[in-house]
């Protein structure tokens, strides 16, 4: 599986981003599909998981929204309001549904967004 995400970059504060995300390979591999991020001198953290449901770290809570498409292989992030402290590289992730599809999670390269105040 190899993800690829896109629409990341520079705005505001208060301003909105659409991150997506593409899948593309094995995608019947795939079992939950998470958004995380990592700023400078940081973890990387959770940020919001699609599976059946959908479960948001509370700092985004509110104010993030991850959706998937099935159908086209796609993961979103529609970020609105955003703050400096969300200033981060963000990575797509996608679990295997079990280990003879792989043992490890799959990660996209990142995209970069930063929030100026």
């Known amino acids: 599986v190899q993800l690829v995400e896109s629409g990341g970059g520079l705005v505001q504060a208060g301003d909105s981003l659409r991150l997506s995300c593409t899948a593309s390979g094995d995608t019947i591999c795939i079992d939950a599909m998470a958004w995380y991020r990592q700023a400078p001198g940081k973890e990387r953290e959770l940020v919001a998981v699609?599976?059946?449901?959908?479960y948001y770290a509370d700092s985004v809570k509110g104010r993030f929204t991850i959706s998937r498409d099935k159908a086209k292989n796609m993961l979103y992030l529609q970020m609105n309001s955003l703050k400096p402290e969300d200033t981060a590289v963000y990575y797509c992730n996608a679990a295997p549904i079990d280990r003879d599809c792989s043992r490890d999670d799959w990660w996209g390269q990142g995209t970069q967004v930063t929030v100026s105040s």
């Open positions: 699609v599976n059946f449901g959908t």
